[in-house]
């Protein structure tokens, strides 16, 4: 007779499934819920801290001090603040904390939780708020691990059970971060496949945390998409060899950008070892000029991506966003400062994206794809090429902006730009953070001089970026958009006002998140639009196209908002909400062409702000806002 199979080894996960797999379950789902809520309040902080930067820059245009060195002062003084914070309280709040987490879960270094909930949550909300190209996404990644490690303490889980609880606040960090539980578990499954246990209690748990936090952020910031595009048809079949071009593209400059990251973090920890104050200042000092005479090359990058997808930008002033982006994001992120790249990265992909179709354009003239269609490609496939996670960038990007009938254009540009960065010899970036963070700085000869060639370059990027924003610059075989005046088509005064419309587009979430949550959120009292008409009186089916100013939840704040900066009689809002958001609109054109050349004539303060050129709902109806 056979003798009866020895039992196996009990591991840890098995112990969760077979006697504790509720109490797992209740702390996961509290470490969800915890992540939803301090991630909310980052998010909700960072969006107060981009109003006070508008207010300041509206205020400081009639102030009796020059604004720019107002802002370079204050950008000194904040990043200098939030780098003594990392520096003397918890050094592994660095950076973007993803990577940290990989290390913890590793068995690596360990989670002092006590110190870096406050300083990772105080220091990031002052260098992500401050405007440095950095994203929110890497400090709710690790606040959530650190959330994770307190209630694994506090319940006295076993050691296996509290890094699972780690990775399980860390998938509830970036669910909150995007709003995008979906990416966030497969973010899980694919970055941290060689870092995570799997079992059924492990994944159980961090789905649950990934919904619950979504539940807790969504009821306090609002739900939907973070950056909603909708009715987009698919690519055409004939079309999609284009995205495997602009895959291959995009593959190259995901190579390019690590190794400009890397290189970056190299310099600038050689510096901090006897002068990271004096870094600090310095960046800040160059932050509040950015801030000053280029804005959309500095902060995180949301509302330039929703800028990009709704208004064409010429090609030449994309390129050279592009690289003036690529320069403010590796520098910001080298100073080791808190903050992520999920954001930056997305709004380089877009900016790329965005480029091509301008480019496709010219080279095949009357190509019938949508505008926005090979920026939403892009922003997934630069994140795959980067973070060699081709799935979370599918899906991030598909629950970012609801684009799922772009499903195979996505895959398809993010596979090839991952196979072309694995051929280009390229590794994914959070393996490199993670070896690089662990050697010794090595000494760079002639460093000054780079850094010194590097803001040279910045420099004249920004130049040049401003005259080809003017118009002085042309791409090789473009032509110029004409620049006629607005043109104002009156309606008799017993007459509604009505527009017709596609309804497309309504208010996007993050953009009245980001936007709208106070009455004044984009004009200096003298950025007085004089030429733009009065928008309530036009005549049906005319006056397809408005200039977005601000979108508030209470209407009735729109009226000491038009009081307040001199604008009465000029802006109208639609009667019933979209999304619960009430829009200030500005001007009526029957071309988006004169829109756009409208917008770029509103003075500068109201268009460093990025005011949108937006399309009404079919049946929608203005009211005057008086």
């Given at each position: 007779?056979?003798?009866?199979?020895?039992?196996?080894p009990?591991?840890?996960?098995?112990?969760?499934?077979?006697?504790?797999?509720?109490?797992?379950?209740?702390?996961?789902?509290?470490?969800?819920?915890?992540?939803?809520?301090?991630?909310?309040?980052?998010?909700a902080?960072?969006d107060?801290?981009?109003?006070?930067?508008?207010?300041?820059?509206?205020?400081?245009?009639?102030?009796?001090?020059?604004?720019?060195?107002?802002?370079?002062?204050?950008?000194?003084?904040?990043?200098?603040?939030?780098?003594?914070?990392?520096?003397?309280?918890?050094p592994?709040?660095?950076?973007?904390?993803?990577?940290?987490?990989?290390?913890?879960?590793?068995?690596?270094?360990?989670?002092?939780?006590?110190?870096v909930?406050?300083?990772?949550?105080?220091?990031?909300?002052?260098?992500?708020?401050?405007?440095?190209?950095?994203?929110?996404?890497?400090?709710?990644?690790?606040?959530?691990?650190?959330?994770?490690?307190?209630?694994?303490?506090?319940?006295?889980?076993?050691?296996?059970q509290?890094?699972?609880?780690?990775?399980?606040?860390?998938?509830?960090?970036?669910?909150?971060?995007?709003?995008?539980?979906?990416?966030?578990?497969?973010f899980?499954?694919?970055?941290?496949?060689?870092h995570?246990?799997?079992?059924?209690?492990?994944?159980?748990?961090?789905?649950?945390?990934?919904?619950?936090?979504?539940?807790?952020?969504?009821?306090?910031?609002?739900?939907?998409?973070?950056?909603?595009?909708?009715d987009?048809?698919?690519?055409?079949?004939?079309?999609?060899?284009?995205?495997?071009?602009?895959?291959?593209?995009?593959?190259?400059?995901?190579?390019?950008?690590?190794?400009?990251?890397?290189?970056?973090?190299?310099?600038?920890?050689?510096?901090?070892?006897?002068?990271?104050?004096?870094?600090?200042?310095?960046?800040?000092?160059?932050?509040?000029?950015?801030?000053?005479?280029?804005?959309?090359?500095?902060?995180?990058?949301?509302?330039?991506?929703?800028?990009?997808?709704?208004?064409?930008?010429?090609?030449?002033?994309?390129?050279?966003?592009?690289?003036?982006?690529l320069?403010?994001?590796?520098?910001?992120?080298?100073?080791?400062?808190p903050?992520?790249?999920?954001?930056?990265?997305?709004?380089?992909?877009?900016?790329?994206?965005?480029?091509?179709?301008?480019?496709a354009?010219?080279?095949?003239p009357?190509?019938?794809?949508?505008?926005?269609?090979f920026?939403?490609?892009?922003?997934?496939?630069?994140?795959?090429?980067?973070?060699?996670?081709?799935?979370?960038?599918?899906?991030?990007v598909?629950?970012?902006?609801?684009?799922?009938?772009?499903?195979?254009?996505?895959?398809?540009?993010?596979?090839?730009?991952?196979?072309?960065?694995?051929?280009?010899?390229?590794?994914?970036?959070?393996?490199?953070?993670?070896?690089?963070?662990?050697?010794?700085?090595?000494?760079?000869?002639?460093?000054?001089?780079?850094?010194?060639?590097?803001?040279?370059?910045?420099?004249?990027?920004?130049?040049?970026h401003?005259?080809a924003?003017?118009?002085?610059l042309?791409?090789?075989?473009?032509?110029?958009?004409?620049?006629?005046?607005p043109?104002?088509?009156?309606?008799?005064?017993?007459?509604?006002?009505?527009?017709?419309?596609?309804?497309?587009?309504?208010?996007?979430?993050?953009?009245?998140?980001?936007?709208?949550?106070?009455?004044?959120?984009?004009?200096?009292?003298?950025?007085?639009?004089?030429?733009?008409?009065?928008?309530?009186?036009?005549?049906?089916?005319?006056?397809?196209?408005?200039?977005?100013?601000?979108?508030?939840?209470?209407?009735?704040?729109?009226?000491?908002?038009?009081?307040?900066?001199?604008?009465?009689?000029?802006?109208?809002?639609?009667?019933?909400?979209?999304?619960?958001?009430?829009?200030?609109?500005?001007?009526?054109?029957?071309?988006?062409?004169?829109?756009?050349?409208?917008?770029?004539?509103?003075?500068?303060?109201?268009?460093?702000?990025?005011?949108?050129?937006?399309?009404?709902?079919?049946?929608?109806?203005?009211?005057?806002?008086?």
């Open positions: 007779m056979d003798d009866p199979p020895s039992p196996r009990v591991s840890p996960d098995c112990v969760v499934r077979q006697g504790a797999l509720g109490r797992f379950l209740v702390a996961a789902a509290l470490v969800g819920a915890f992540a939803g809520l301090v991630g909310a309040a980052f998010h902080l960072l107060e801290a981009q109003r006070g930067r508008d207010l300041l820059h509206a205020v400081l245009a009639d102030g009796p001090l020059p604004g720019w060195l107002v802002l370079m002062a204050l950008g000194a003084m904040v990043l200098t603040l939030a780098m003594w914070m990392v520096r003397r309280f918890a592994e709040a660095a950076g973007s904390g993803i990577q940290e987490v990989e290390a913890i879960l590793d068995g690596r270094r360990d989670l002092r939780w006590q110190r909930l406050p300083t990772k949550f105080i220091a990031g909300v002052l260098a992500v708020g401050s405007g440095l190209v950095l994203g929110r996404e890497g400090p709710t990644v690790h606040l959530g691990g650190a959330l994770g490690k307190l209630v694994a303490v506090a319940g006295r889980f076993s050691a296996a509290g890094r699972t609880l780690i990775a399980v606040g860390a998938a509830a960090g970036l669910a909150t971060a995007f709003n995008a539980p979906l990416a966030a578990i497969v899980v499954t694919e970055e941290l496949r060689e995570f246990a799997y079992s059924f209690a492990s994944i159980q748990a961090v789905i649950l945390a990934c919904c619950l936090a979504v539940i807790v952020s969504g009821s306090l910031l609002g739900q939907g998409p973070a950056l909603p595009i909708q987009l048809d698919p690519a055409p079949l004939a079309a999609l060899p284009a995205f495997v071009v602009l895959g291959l593209l995009i593959g190259a400059l995901g190579v390019l950008f690590n190794r400009l990251l890397l290189g970056s973090l190299r310099r600038f920890r050689l510096l901090q070892l006897d002068h990271a104050y004096l870094v600090a200042a310095a960046l800040g000092l160059a932050l509040g000029a950015l801030l000053w005479w280029m804005p959309q090359a500095v902060g995180g990058g949301e509302t330039l991506v929703e800028s990009l997808l709704q208004s064409p930008v010429g090609p030449w002033s994309l390129v050279l966003l592009l690289a003036i982006r320069l403010t994001t590796v520098g910001s992120y080298g100073a080791g400062l903050g992520g790249i999920f954001a930056p990265l997305l709004a380089l992909g877009t900016i790329a994206g965005a480029a091509f179709d301008r480019l354009g010219i080279l095949v009357g190509y019938a794809l949508a505008p926005g269609v920026a939403v490609a892009a922003m997934g496939a630069l994140f795959a090429a980067t973070v060699r996670a081709p799935l979370t960038g599918i899906v991030l598909i629950e970012l902006t609801g684009a799922l009938p772009l499903g195979l254009p996505i895959i398809l540009t993010c596979i090839s730009a991952t196979f072309t960065a694995e051929c280009l010899g390229g590794q994914p970036i959070y393996s490199q953070l993670l070896a690089q963070g662990e050697r010794p700085p090595v000494a760079l000869s002639r460093l000054g001089w780079r850094l010194a060639l590097a803001g040279l370059i910045l420099a004249a990027l920004v130049i040049l401003q005259i924003d003017h118009g002085a042309r791409w090789p075989g473009g032509e110029s958009v004409p620049v006629p005046a043109i104002a088509v009156h309606a008799p005064a017993d007459r509604p006002a009505t527009a017709v419309v596609d309804e497309a587009r309504p208010v996007p979430a993050s953009v009245a998140a980001a936007q709208g949550r106070a009455d004044e959120r984009r004009l200096a009292p003298t950025d007085t639009p004089a030429e733009a008409p009065a928008p309530s009186s036009v005549v049906p089916d005319q006056g397809r196209y408005v200039i977005q100013l601000v979108s508030v939840r209470d209407p009735a704040r729109l009226a000491p908002f038009a009081r307040r900066f001199g604008i009465e009689g000029q802006v109208s809002t639609l009667e019933s909400a979209s999304g619960g958001w009430y829009p200030a609109l500005l001007g009526r054109y029957p071309t988006r062409a004169q829109a756009l050349a409208a917008r770029a004539r509103l003075p500068a303060g109201l268009r460093a702000r990025g005011p949108i050129v937006r399309t009404l709902p079919t049946d929608a109806r203005l009211v005057p806002v008086p």
